[in-house]
């Protein structure tokens, strides 16, 4: 079974994920949700004001949404730097895929 890593986080751009990368996984894949907490401090990143517990109930909704499309999905909760989190759960569980959205700042608003 392959893993397919989705990295979320609170907004529409988590709904359109879920709806745009159904499509991205095969029958028997195992969809694994991520949301990372940034913690303060962390390259840069400033206190989200998120909890964890609060992370863990975004991701629960993420599942269910993909359950009433018939997906099977399963979650997990981080903290830390949201890149370096995400590829380090991809490499752990070998993900043939990392779904990932944008901000829709393009080039210019990621270098910032």
């Known amino acids: 079974m392959a ?15 879920l709806q745009r990368a159904q499509g991205a996984w095969s029958a028997g894949d195992q969809v694994v949700l991520v949301y990372v907490v940034p913690k303060s ?5 400033v206190d989200s004001g ?16 993909l359950a009433k499309a018939g997906i099977a999905a399963v ?6 730097q949201p890149a370096k989190e995400i590829i380090e759960l991809a490499r752990e569980l070998n993900a043939k895929m990392v779904v990932i959205g944008a901000r829709g700042e393009g080039m210019s608003g990621t270098m910032r």
């Open 50 to 65: 998120m909890d964890p517990a609060k992370a863990r109930e975004h991701v629960n909704a993420g599942i269910a949404e």
């Open 3 to 17: 893993q397919i890593v989705v990295a979320f986080d609170i907004g529409e751009e988590s709904g359109r994920i």
């Open 75 to 80: 979650g997990v909760v981080r903290e830390g």
């Open 41 to 45: 401090g962390t390259l840069g990143f």
